[in-house]
């Protein structure tokens, strides 16, 4: 069987608002009839998965901020409160913050799926690109959400990250200002947190919905890399490609029930269920896991390496601003991947060598995110420092050189034939 | 103008601390992790022994309650260690609350109910400093969580005392010296004595004993919710195993037809 997209047929109610508003036919065509390439794997669920944490969070999110109180006299009591008075407010608020961490879990393999079958490559640029964007306003919302408990590491956490900004030259200062909203991160900072903090999941909505739109204009890349050359090479969206996600949706929700009722604070840093205090700064300030790695990026950058002077120092930068400079920088390298891969092949499987260069990627982004919740010591300093040159190395020269010297294997004509027979 | 001087030093002192901390070690000497220590409580089915509870609830009430809080909880709560409403009254009725105002203005004290939080030891850090060396006494409610291993830690914390420092070490006449407490100079005297409390069901009361109950009941403190938690995750859990076992047999019949 293949995939195929008869009209549908609709009647009564359904059909008067579909000829008004052809919200069911859309429904239909992109839900169900919508042609997926039979051959992905449960690499491709983890799209569902983000998507459906969006909505957890939304959910939770909109019912803690009900109870929750956005003052500094009040936040830290107002979570507790809704740990212990108010009904299951300890499963809403666990599911919440576990769910920051599932979604970071979830959205970091979806980049990694991507970044191996060559997912980024035209026609899937902006797709691509809008997938960065989603990346970035998540993590900006999992920031400000972290500050919202109001417990020592998220006034800490705040204050070590808005003074980031600092370091840009003219308008450093007064950026720092207009983040805190005064001279500090206090009440006024915790407001305008809250308010964005509400508001950003709204904004990945929107652009989930436009990265949607754009992945259904090409439609899905497959573990071969070769695009459907007919019906026979696809499946409909509904009941196929659902009925496999409901199995990745089960482990999904398997890992996070764990989390949630036996481990819910396993992630989280013991610091934040101290009330948020002034005067006493904490020995060893870390952001969240999902962060280390580019916090890691962040605090190679020291006076005396030999990178930042020979890349920074000598055009007047210090080294702070070198390395809020690279943390933003790995992110902007990431989304310019669709141009530094030079490979007219898409899937690492018929590249024997680029294969192994995602592999050694993946592994070093794990050192990283290791060593970023290391204190600034030796030997982590070092560590954080070979691996944040080979960050960089892997997309500035390895991308574009693996793609010009590497001999890719023999291509299947179709995925079809290469379901008959596997290339490995 | 007092203020924003005011607001402004705290800025710089943030930004100088933060800094600080973001680019130096940190220098507070470690101490060595707590050994670990099996907790009816621990594991997926764990739960707390409420025997161990209700005299951990003694120890506190009979020598931590005089310097340090249980702010987030209230008398109510103490049903869950199977204390009747009328013991809960009874208890509450000991400590005194401000109300009011009262019908002609005035604010008044009264003795505390149910509903109430647990009244705190000292009316403000400042007065909490002042009786205790310079040292503010933490509240309870979340210690176990609010410390990395909390429920070990403590444990290792209240047995952890010396006698006395190793040599070359300094002590200021208001600090003790512990194995476990980051820097070693804890600002506590040691809380706990063989026999400090005479326990009502009869349990010899050792200090490792006092220290393993009072573990107990602070960690029930900082989770009140663990019980339904986790029985709601088995629960949960096998609901999902379910659903798993359902979506494979979907799956597979449907896929089925393609071939
Ligand atoms: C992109 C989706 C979202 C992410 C990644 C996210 C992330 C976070 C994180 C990391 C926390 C701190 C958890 C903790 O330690 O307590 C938090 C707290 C909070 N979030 Fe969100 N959130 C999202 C969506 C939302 C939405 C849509 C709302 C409201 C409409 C919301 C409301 C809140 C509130 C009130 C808190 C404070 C309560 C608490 O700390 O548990 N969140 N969020």
Same mark, same amino acid.
């Given at each position: 069987?293949?995939?195929?997209?008869?009209?549908?047929? @609709?009647?009564?109610? $359904?059909?008067?608002?579909?000829?008004?508003?052809?919200?069911?036919?859309?429904?239909?065509?992109?839900?169900?009839?919508?042609? =997926?390439?039979? +051959?992905?794997?449960?690499?491709?669920?983890?799209?569902?998965?983000?998507?459906?944490?969006?909505?957890?969070?939304?959910?939770?999110?909109?019912?803690?901020?009900?109870?929750?109180?956005? +003052?500094?006299?009040?936040?830290?009591?107002?979570?507790?409160?809704?740990?212990?008075?108010? +009904? !299951?407010?300890?499963?809403?608020?666990?599911?919440?913050?576990?769910?920051?961490?599932?979604?970071?879990?979830?959205?970091?393999?979806?980049?990694?799926?991507?970044?191996?079958?060559?997912?980024?490559?035209?026609?899937?640029?902006?797709?691509?690109?809008?997938?960065?964007?989603?990346?970035?306003?998540?993590?900006?919302?999992? @920031?400000?959400? !972290?500050? /919202?408990?109001?417990?020592?590491?998220?006034?800490?956490?705040?204050? $070590?990250?808005?003074? /980031? @900004?600092?370091?840009?030259?003219? =308008?450093?200062?007064?950026? $720092?200002?207009?983040?805190?909203?005064? @001279?500090?991160?206090?009440? &006024?900072?915790?407001n305008r947190f809250f308010a964005l903090h509400y508001l950003l999941p709204f904004v990945i909505l929107g652009v989930v919905v436009l990265h949607v739109a754009a992945l259904h204009i090409p439609g899905s890349n497959n573990p071969t890399g070769i695009e459907p050359k007919g019906p026979q090479d696809t499946v409909n969206f509904h009941p196929f490609m659902t009925s496999k996600d409901m199995i990745g949706i089960g482990f999904y929700l398997l890992l996070f029930a764990a989390l949630v009722f036996f481990a819910p604070n396993f992630l989280g840093h013991p610091d934040n269920y101290i009330p948020a205090n002034p005067q006493v700064t904490p020995p060893h300030i870390v952001p969240e896991w999902y962060f280390l790695p580019y916090y890691a990026i962040l605090r190679s950058f020291t006076d005396d390496w030999w990178v930042f002077l020979v890349v920074f120092s000598w055009w007047g930068v210090d080294a702070k601003l070198a390395g809020v400079l690279a943390m933003f920088g790995s992110l902007v390298v990431l989304a310019l991947v669709p141009w530094l891969d030079t490979s007219r092949v898409k899937s690492a499987r018929y590249r024997p060598i680029y294969k192994w260069a995602v592999a050694l990627f993946v592994i070093n982004f794990l050192i990283l995110g290791w060593v970023g919740g290391k204190e600034a010591e030796e030997p982590y300093v070092t560590i954080a420092q070979l691996s944040t040159i080979y960050y960089f190395l892997h997309f500035l020269v390895f991308m574009p050189v693996i793609g010009w010297i590497e001999r890719p294997k023999p291509l299947p004509s179709s995925i079809s034939q290469s379901v008959l027979s596997p290339a490995e | 103008m007092l203020t924003s001087v005011k607001t402004l030093s705290t800025a710089l002192g943030l930004a100088l601390a933060a800094t600080l901390a973001w680019a130096g070690p940190a220098s507070?000497?470690?101490? &060595?992790?707590? &050994?670990?220590?099996?907790?009816?409580?621990?594991? $997926?089915?764990?739960?707390?022994?409420?025997?161990?509870?209700?005299?951990?609830?003694? =120890? !506190?009430?009979?020598?931590?309650a005089s310097c340090h809080g249980l702010r987030l909880m209230s008398y109510r709560n103490l049903s869950a260690l199977g204390y009747t409403d009328d013991e809960i009254k009874a208890y509450a009725a000991q400590f005194e609350v401000q109300d009011g105002p009262d019908e002609f203005g005035e604010m008044f004290f009264r003795p505390a109910e149910p509903k109430d939080r647990f009244v705190e030891p000292f009316a403000n850090a400042r007065e909490a400093a002042a009786a205790n060396g310079g040292a503010v006494p933490p509240d309870l409610t979340l210690m176990t969580k609010a410390r990395k291993n909390g429920a070990d830690y403590l444990y290792a914390l209240l047995t952890g005392y010396r006698d006395e420092a190793p040599e070359g070490f300094e002590l200021s006449d208001t600090q003790y010296y512990n194995d476990f407490y980051p820097g070693h100079a804890i600002a506590m005297a040691p809380p706990l004595w063989p026999d400090g409390v005479e326990y009502a069901d009869g349990t010899p009361a050792t200090v490792e004993q006092q220290a393993r109950d009072l573990t107990t009941f602070l960690s029930w403190t900082a989770e009140p919710e663990m019980e339904e938690r986790k029985s709601m995750g088995h629960a949960v859990i096998l609901f999902i195993l379910f659903f798993i076992v359902v979506a494979y047999f979907n799956k597979r019949r449907l896929w089925a037809q393609l071939h």
């Amino acid at each position: 069987m293949s995939s195929t997209s008869p009209d549908p047929e @609709f009647t009564g109610v $359904v059909r008067w608002i579909d000829r008004r508003l052809p919200i069911f036919t859309m429904m239909h065509k992109e839900y169900k009839a919508f042609p =997926v390439p039979k +051959n992905l794997n449960y690499f491709w669920s983890f799209g569902a998965l983000a998507s459906i944490t969006l909505i957890v969070m939304i959910a939770t999110g909109i019912i803690l901020a009900m109870q929750y109180q956005p +003052n500094t006299a009040l936040a830290f009591d107002s979570v507790e409160r809704i740990m212990r008075d108010v +009904n !299951y407010g300890w499963l809403i608020r666990y599911i919440h913050m576990n769910g920051a961490s599932m979604f970071f879990i979830v959205v970091y393999i979806h980049i990694f799926r991507g970044l191996y079958y060559g997912s980024y490559k035209e026609p899937r640029e902006l797709l691509w690109i809008l997938g960065v964007i989603i990346l970035v306003l998540m993590m900006g919302a999992a @920031f400000m959400g !972290y500050v /919202l408990p109001w417990g020592q590491m998220s006034l800490w956490g705040a204050t $070590v990250i808005t003074n /980031l @900004f600092s370091a840009f030259p003219l =308008v450093g200062e007064d950026l $720092v200002t207009l983040l805190w909203g005064g @001279f500090s991160v206090d009440n &006024p900072t915790l407001n305008r947190f809250f308010a964005l903090h509400y508001l950003l999941p709204f904004v990945i909505l929107g652009v989930v919905v436009l990265h949607v739109a754009a992945l259904h204009i090409p439609g899905s890349n497959n573990p071969t890399g070769i695009e459907p050359k007919g019906p026979q090479d696809t499946v409909n969206f509904h009941p196929f490609m659902t009925s496999k996600d409901m199995i990745g949706i089960g482990f999904y929700l398997l890992l996070f029930a764990a989390l949630v009722f036996f481990a819910p604070n396993f992630l989280g840093h013991p610091d934040n269920y101290i009330p948020a205090n002034p005067q006493v700064t904490p020995p060893h300030i870390v952001p969240e896991w999902y962060f280390l790695p580019y916090y890691a990026i962040l605090r190679s950058f020291t006076d005396d390496w030999w990178v930042f002077l020979v890349v920074f120092s000598w055009w007047g930068v210090d080294a702070k601003l070198a390395g809020v400079l690279a943390m933003f920088g790995s992110l902007v390298v990431l989304a310019l991947v669709p141009w530094l891969d030079t490979s007219r092949v898409k899937s690492a499987r018929y590249r024997p060598i680029y294969k192994w260069a995602v592999a050694l990627f993946v592994i070093n982004f794990l050192i990283l995110g290791w060593v970023g919740g290391k204190e600034a010591e030796e030997p982590y300093v070092t560590i954080a420092q070979l691996s944040t040159i080979y960050y960089f190395l892997h997309f500035l020269v390895f991308m574009p050189v693996i793609g010009w010297i590497e001999r890719p294997k023999p291509l299947p004509s179709s995925i079809s034939q290469s379901v008959l027979s596997p290339a490995e | 103008m007092l203020t924003s001087v005011k607001t402004l030093s705290t800025a710089l002192g943030l930004a100088l601390a933060a800094t600080l901390a973001w680019a130096g070690p940190a220098s507070a000497a470690k101490a &060595p992790p707590p &050994p670990s220590q099996n907790w009816s409580f621990e594991g $997926v089915f764990g739960k707390f022994d409420r025997a161990a509870k209700q005299r951990g609830f003694q =120890v !506190y009430t009979e020598v931590c309650a005089s310097c340090h809080g249980l702010r987030l909880m209230s008398y109510r709560n103490l049903s869950a260690l199977g204390y009747t409403d009328d013991e809960i009254k009874a208890y509450a009725a000991q400590f005194e609350v401000q109300d009011g105002p009262d019908e002609f203005g005035e604010m008044f004290f009264r003795p505390a109910e149910p509903k109430d939080r647990f009244v705190e030891p000292f009316a403000n850090a400042r007065e909490a400093a002042a009786a205790n060396g310079g040292a503010v006494p933490p509240d309870l409610t979340l210690m176990t969580k609010a410390r990395k291993n909390g429920a070990d830690y403590l444990y290792a914390l209240l047995t952890g005392y010396r006698d006395e420092a190793p040599e070359g070490f300094e002590l200021s006449d208001t600090q003790y010296y512990n194995d476990f407490y980051p820097g070693h100079a804890i600002a506590m005297a040691p809380p706990l004595w063989p026999d400090g409390v005479e326990y009502a069901d009869g349990t010899p009361a050792t200090v490792e004993q006092q220290a393993r109950d009072l573990t107990t009941f602070l960690s029930w403190t900082a989770e009140p919710e663990m019980e339904e938690r986790k029985s709601m995750g088995h629960a949960v859990i096998l609901f999902i195993l379910f659903f798993i076992v359902v979506a494979y047999f979907n799956k597979r019949r449907l896929w089925a037809q393609l071939h």
